[in-house]
């Protein structure tokens, strides 16, 4: 892979020489590939280098952003010029610039970004292993009927920040994942559902195997599923689903949301908005973490920060802008491509470890919810609201019984983070980035029959 | 389907356009694969009315000029085109195709009554495929070197494992298209000051809708698309797709309590859509009016009740209960629930829902497909009974049925599948007014932000940004936070009232599948449910 470092400053200098006040360059270089197996057949086959460079410019406390696909010398000229000029129509806004230059920096702590192996997987043994997850899947349970397709998915890449205060970052990751999805049919119903497995490390998935009968178990679990009453019932939420609830909560404790005032957390800094229990932390110097990196997208070094401690909002989480707004300090979360300009995005997001033990927090319900999926589009962060399609299984006297679905979940997310009674002790970023425990939320109102 | 940026059920924070961190953020909601749709502030917008039935007609009789477009943006020669098409052939795949595309995009990003930014951006590349059965080998390049476009026709030839080609591409034939989007001034190479003018007058109607509003977004999104294409059957064609979306939104506050609003309009249309359809202080208005609105929304009981659809934006119903689920690529894997259903009665007999990406200037419209075909008026549902899929080529072959034209893809990194294009119901006999009336209570639902379905089963849900209370036959408070769940099948037939009032949408509906997004319309008459599970906070006294 190339290595685009020089490219980046030298439009930097380019910039600066056209009379640019401040500028800053982000490169990223990718190469993938992605092959989807059904019922023991490749159905796809797809291989691929892509790349993008997008630069921004400040002049007179206005800013513009152009990008390209095209790194020819003649291309990149003139976007400068284009740059130059479509600035003119912005305004003057005095928040406007890079990050700090006290912030700038690459964490040198160990963080496990690349896997020399990946390169070394030839693409026979990739579909070799999403057949084997498939085959696994198929063999476990004579109720599976059908699949929707395992896909095995890896990509290299190189992602390089340059900008006019001087800084020069740039790092190399990769990551690979094998998914399975599979369709269980009985009594005529069918119902689909999968697993999956990813790293960064190839070494570190799962086995195909256990992938494949993994997503069997859980398709075959949905059988039977069925509406319940409509009622007000305790729920325990299941790891998938709290990493979700904890992306939410980031987002509305984005600076970005927060200036604009579209978060329900305005004006919540240092008050009670979750139960004591819970603590939410954002840290991207995690040695192995699925979201780690060495600086954020304008290049401020890596840290950890709390959002919420002991249920009490601590920090909100922000790019260099929205620091400036709010008169704080940037958080190392700004995140862009490079077709965008910065925002804030979180990195390895999770609620922390609690002292419950998940099965005892199921036996401890007598009649109500295990949440396994929330979905749709029904959260609306400037309020809190949530209404959200459901899928889980009924508990019943501290058992989980029949699997439901065709339910909603409502509530305000504020009360439903202050009504946690407990927090599980198995936290983990096998699931993705946002993580949290399994928690137990003592009321939520479910709509059903 | 959905508006905006969010590409799988990602939650509202994600933006497609974001990779901070380089693992699909997907993978998790890959799992539940529901296709979906949402509206939001970041998405190009469908537009229309009634008066585009007329368009079409006439806009079928307009042929389009021929673009120069592979010469002026891709430079690349017949001969090289059937060198790259033979590269893919040489494994043994029975099919190849060749995508070039060029594509300029501006967004100008405007709050606090001033540009914020601005951005232009130039995307350009090849995607290359290869075909055997209905095995895909795909590859795409940016760089347009003869060099790097020939490793991606090997890399895609690799599905194939022949020593030899069996067959031989076709010498290459341009065909004609119709221009379905007529412009009047191509929005992104316009002069950004007639825009900034369009969003200033916005800006200015919402602050003045009420001194409630606190704060005013708007956001003027464009892009054009020029393409060119070939393939191993011999055909050829160009295109150059317009679209173009200008959305506001508003925050609105009263005491402590805050709310959003968000409206959109726009379509592969240049900027005379602002003095022949809507201008943008009507849009700018609205999303005002929806802020306002929902402040003084109250909470919905949650459980099953009967349910009006209001006409237009309801149209996300036919998407996510019916329109994925019959994407003929699910069907011919026998995934979807309405698999090997053609010719039974899937629906209420008041029901005909239609595909057809022939609307002029509409947002789901093509000229041509991306594999060369005509886009079609599809029949899917007539009468209640289903009578067909929307087809791409392998699941035309695979099911051996006509090809509908419905081959789309989001762009040059992705190959196409089947792809609704604007899907709606016709009209019915009863009058709007009569359908509130004969409601003694449920709930009157008019517009939503995004909704996804699980095809495999048939449950569906939509979230609703505009609904009010119906009591005794009259529309009476406004509600919030509600979300409709149902079973698609199961839904359909309880429609037991369709209006006479079909309308397409004016919002930005783009519409998501297994990562690709592609920009649909809709349309629908105000319809009645006799019952879906409303989800809302409050439980029944």
Known sequence: MQDYKNLATEIVAEFKKQGADACDVYITTNSQFNTTVRLGQVERLQQSISKGLGMRLFKNNATALTYTTDFTDRSVKSLVKETLEIVKVSGADKFNGLAPKEYLGTYEGRLMLFDDALARLAPERKIEMAREAEAAGRAFDKRITNARGTSWFDSTGQLTLANSDGFVGQYPSTSASLSVQLVAEENDIKQTDGWYTFNRYVNKLDSAKSVGEEAARRAISKLGGKKVKSQSVPVVIDRLVAGQLVGWVFGAASGRSIFRKSSFLVDQMGKDIASQLVTIVDDATMADGPGSRPFDAEGVKSSQVTVVENGILKNYVCDSYSARRLNLRPTGNAARSYQSLPGVGSTNLYIKNGTSDPQAMIRSVKSGLYVTSLFGFGFNGVTGDVSQGANGFWIENGELTYPVQEITLAGNLTKLMKNITAVGNDLSFKFGSSAGPTLLISEATIGGA | ?541
Request: with cysteine.
């Open chain 2, 1 to 541: 389907m959905y508006s905006g940026a969010a590409c799988q059920a990602r939650g509202p924070y994600f933006l497609k356009t974001q990779t901070s961190n380089p693992f699909p953020e997907s993978e998790r909601s890959n799992m539940q694969r529901r296709e979906f749709m949402l509206k939001s502030s970041f998405a190009l917008a469908a537009m229309a009315t009634s008066d585009l039935w007329l368009s079409r007609i006439v806009a079928g009789e307009t042929p389009s000029t021929k673009l120069p477009i592979l010469d002026t943006y891709f430079q690349v020669s017949k001969a090289e085109m059937d060198r790259l098409l033979a590269a893919c052939l040489a494994r043994g795949a029975d099919f190849a195709d060749l995508f070039f595309e060029y594509t300029v995009s501006s967004i100008l990003s405007f709050e606090e009554d001033t540009v914020k930014s601005a951005r232009r951006g130039i995307v350009q590349g090849v995607g290359i495929r290869a075909i055997k059965g209905d095995q895909v080998g795909f590859a795409f390049s940016e760089d347009l070197t003869m060099e790097s476009m020939m490793q991606a026709a090997q890399a895609a030839a690799a599905i194939a494992n022949d020593k030899n080609a069996r067959i031989k591409a076709k010498a290459i034939g341009e065909i004609s298209t119709r221009n379905l989007y007529p412009i009047g001034e191509l929005a992104t190479t316009t002069d950004l000051n007639k825009k900034l003018a369009h969003i200033q007058q916005a800006n200015t109607a919402a602050k003045a809708y009420s001194p409630k509003i606190i704060r005013v977004t708007c956001s003027f999104t464009d892009e054009v698309k020029y393409l060119a294409y070939a393939n191993s059957d011999g055909v050829s064609w160009q295109d150059m797709q317009p679209l173009f979306l200008f959305g506001t939104t508003c925050i609105a506050e009263d005491g402590t309590q805050r709310q959003t609003g968000y409206d959109a309009g726009g379509g592969r249309i240049g900027l005379e859509y602002f003095a022949k359809k809507r201008d943008a202080a009507a849009v700018a208005k609205e999303a005002a009016r929806l802020a306002v609105l929902n402040l003084g929304a109250q909470e919905a009981e949650a459980g099953p009740q009967t349910v009006v659809l209001g006409n237009a934006d309801s149209g996300i119903l036919l998407h996510e209960a019916v329109g994925h689920g019959l994407e003929a690529d699910f069907n011919y894997k026998k995934l979807a629930n309405y698999s090997g259903r053609v010719g039974q009665k899937v629906a209420s007999e008041l029901c005909t829902i239609v595909d057809e990406g022939l609307f002029e200037n509409m947002r789901g419209t093509i000229n041509v497909d991306d594999e060369g075909n005509a886009p079609s008026q599809t029949v899917l549902i007539e009468n209640g009974t289903l009578r067909g899929y929307m087809n791409d080529r392998i699941s035309a072959k695979q099911l051996g049925v006509k090809n509908t034209g419905n081959g789309r893809r989001e762009s040059y990194n992705y190959a196409p599948m089947p792809r609704m294009t604007n899907t709606y119901m016709l009209a019915g006999k009863s009058d709007p007014e009569e359908i509130i009336k004969s409601v003694e209570r449920g709930i009157y639902a008019k517009r939503f932000s995004g909704g996804s379905v699980d095809i495999t089963k048939g449950d569906f849900n939509f979230a609703v940004t505009e609904s009010y209370l119906i009591e005794n036959g009259k529309i009476t408070a406004p509600l919030k936070g509600v979300t409709l769940i149902g079973n698609g099948p199961d839904v359909m037939t309880k429609v037991t009232m369709v209006g006479n009032d079909l309308k397409f949408t004016d919002g930005g509906w783009t519409c998501g599948k297994n990562g690709q997004s592609v920009p649909v319309g809709m349309g629908i008459p105000t319809v009645k449910v006799s019952e879906i599970t409303v989800g809302g906070t409050k439980t029944k006294a």
